[in-house]
């Protein structure tokens, strides 16, 4: 489903050259739950944000579904990020304005499909125990309800890859628990799940795990 | 995409309402100052139709009290002689010509302020005859009168004027001018009143013998107006000439301080907010550079992403702009007798289509300023790298 080859990203800080991506080779296939796990600053939230197409590499290519991700234009990367995949990220990145249900649906908003989308974005809102709050503002919800409210908007466009950057940070434990559940069934309905964290005590739930360091991506030995 | 717009510029009451504030403001200035040039002219205009007249011929040293009456509704009385009326009639190219007689009333039972009489000669007369055809109403009868809009009084009723009863037998249209607070009534029942005020009167008036206050003229070709104009002032000595033209230049004057300031109100209001304008939309921005990013994220392109900011900035300005036309316009029709009264024009409502115009411009110019003011933070916003704008700002 998604092959990397050679990825590299660059930029500068000032006279310092900083390195977050060096020469990464990284390959999925559909239906895998991939773990990579790696200390803060490791590169892997660069490395997401490139698989989803958020920002450009300075070398290498991304291949999705056979296509060259890099090689399209920004809007047909927009098209190819809403319809394919959706995204989790460590803070919940709902819009304060809208309500829970409107965040949900909001990336078939942006596609202009929103038309009989309210009834599937209800429908996660129950599969994610928030039924009662489709009609509530994110100011008024805990953590653990926004990071589902969050989860729920990165499935509306039914899509084949999850990207999650660090989605239980910040949660209590039991919380996490819940929310990893919540990946855990993603993932057994066939969704392929590419998710960074630091905590390694998450590695059951996934099918394969790997580790970030300095930019480089490597199977852990231990 | 709309509803977001709508649901972020509702989120922000304060900001977004200082903002609609700003614009109100800058598309009240506009639309009042076309209000009043409009409803000024519209005024002029209604009330030239009104008179049926193409030119106004007055005493040379009255010219003045003359275009007070017609603009403003100021009562007067001044004469000069009959024989004035044989020599207008003779200039080339006067096709009618008809006196009138200005009265200007005691206090009547009608009104609170000073009323304009004018008798008219009704064989000669094209002021009110074509009304009182258009009406299907009998010709003037004796003590009959017909009222402007602003004299109190349904047909049928009687008013005295010196001491004098007459009858109400018809009411003219509103014109927003002088002849809104005009009676009109026959030369010889004025004769007779002027007669009799000297017992029924306390304070009498004296009409002399042969004396005429205007002449109305109506002109055989409409497009030699100006030059029988110059014909009648240069040929019949001691008379000047009145005409929409001038009587427009005038109000214009007048007009032009206010429309100067108003304009220069919407200018300062334009050059103040604009910046401030732009720098609201730039810390906008700035606070939702996470906001922008997420959206990049879920799949908005760049366009959407322009179309967002520049949407808000755009639809609360024509918000602004759509208030401060509603509220001057109420303002401007409640104060109406006020503001006319005040910069001594005569005001009607302008037509329905100019009216329109006015407004359609002051939004289209105010939603002009707005997106002006965003163009650039909307450009900044769809330019940045979701990446960054996730990893920095706040949401």
Not at chain 1, 113 to 117: D, K, R, T, V
């Given at each position: 489903m998604i092959r990397v080859t050679s990825l590299t990203k660059e930029y500068r800080d000032g006279d310092r050259a900083i390195k977050p991506l060096e020469g990464v080779d990284f390959s999925c296939k559909k239906g895998e739950f991939i773990l990579i796990t790696g200390r803060s600053g490791s590169g892997k939230t660069t490395f997401l944000n490139v698989l989803g197409g958020l920002t450009r590499p300075t070398s290498g290519t991304v291949m999705v579904d056979g296509m060259d991700l890099y090689a399209m234009t920004d809007a047909q990367r927009a098209a190819v990020r809403s319809a394919t995949t959706g995204f989790v990220f460590q803070f919940p990145g709902l819009l304060s304005p809208l309500t829970a249900l409107e965040n949900v649906i909001l990336p078939v908003v942006l596609q202009g499909?929103?038309?009989?989308?309210t009834g599937r974005g209800h429908d996660l809102l129950i599969r994610m125990g928030l039924e009662n709050k489709a009609g509530s503002l994110p100011s008024t919800l805990s953590g653990g309800e926004l990071k589902r409210v969050a989860i729920a908007r990165a499935l509306i466009s039914n899509p084949r890859l999850i990207l999650a950057d660090e989605?239980?940070?910040?949660?209590d434990e039991e919380t996490e628990r819940e929310v990893m559940e919540l990946f855990r069934e993603i993932h057994a309905s066939g969704t392929t799940i590419i998710m960074v964290t630091h905590n390694r005590e998450l590695a059951p739930y996934a099918s394969r795990v790997m580790r970030m360091d300095q930019g480089t991506l490597a199977e852990p030995q231990d | 995409m709309i509803r977001l717009i709508l649901k972020n510029i509702l989120y922000r009451p304060v900001r977004n309402g200082a903002l609609i504030l700003s614009f109100a403001f800058i598309a009240a200035s506009l639309f009042s100052g076309n209000y009043l040039t409009t409803g000024a002219a519209s005024s002029i205009n209604e009330e030239i139709s009104q008179l049926g007249a193409d030119l106004i011929v007055v005493p040379e040293q009255y010219r003045a009290e003359g275009e007070a009456v017609l603009l403003r509704g100021e009562p007067s009385t001044f004469f000069f002689d009959q024989e004035v009326l044989d020599r207008v009639e003779h200039v080339d190219g006067v096709a009618r010509a008809a006196p009138q007689i200005y009265i200007a009333t005691l206090p009547a039972d009608c009104c609170s302020d000073l009323v304009q009489l004018i008798a008219i000669d009704p064989s000669r007369d094209f002021t009110i005859a074509p009304w009182l055809k258009e009406s299907r109403k009998q010709p003037l009868g004796k003590d009959e009168i017909i009222v402007g809009s602003q004299i109190v009084g349904d047909v049928g009723a009687t008013r005295y004027f010196y001491g004098h009863a007459f009858t109400i037998a018809g009411t003219l249209r509103p014109t927003g001018t002088g002849v809104d607070r005009t009676v009109f009534l026959r030369a010889e029942d004025a004769r007779v009143m002027a007669a009799e005020s000297a017992i029924t009167a306390y304070e009498p008036v004296t009409l002399p013998e042969g004396g005429i206050s205007v002449i109305l003229v109506k002109v055989a070709h409409p497009d030699t107006v100006a030059d029988i104009a110059r014909n009648i002032t240069e040929q019949v000595t001691g008379t000047k000439v009145i005409s929409p033209g001038s009587l427009v230049s005038q109000v214009a004057g007048r007009l032009s301080s206010i429309t100067r300031l108003l304009a220069m109100a919407a200018v300062i209001a334009t050059l103040v907010t604009l910046p401030l304008i732009a720098l609201i939309s730039v810390m906008a921005t700035q606070e939702r550079v996470r906001e922008i990013g997420i959206l990049r994220a879920l799949g908005a392109t760049r366009a959407k992403i322009f179309c967002l900011i520049f949407g808000e900035t755009v639809l609360v300005a024509a918000i602004g702009g759509c208030i401060g036309i509603a509220v001057s316009s109420v303002l401007l029709v409640l104060f109406q007798e006020y503001i006319a009264f005040t910069v001594g024009i005569p005001l009607s409502v302008p037509t329905g289509g100019s009216l329109f115009l006015s407004a359609a411009s002051a939004v289209i110019l105010t939603t002009a300023i707005g997106g002006i003011a965003a163009i650039l933070p909307a450009i900044k916003a769809a330019g940045m790298d979701p990446s960054e704008a996730i990893r920095s700002g706040d949401l």
């Open positions: 499909h929103a038309a009989n989308m989605p239980t940070a910040d949660l | -």
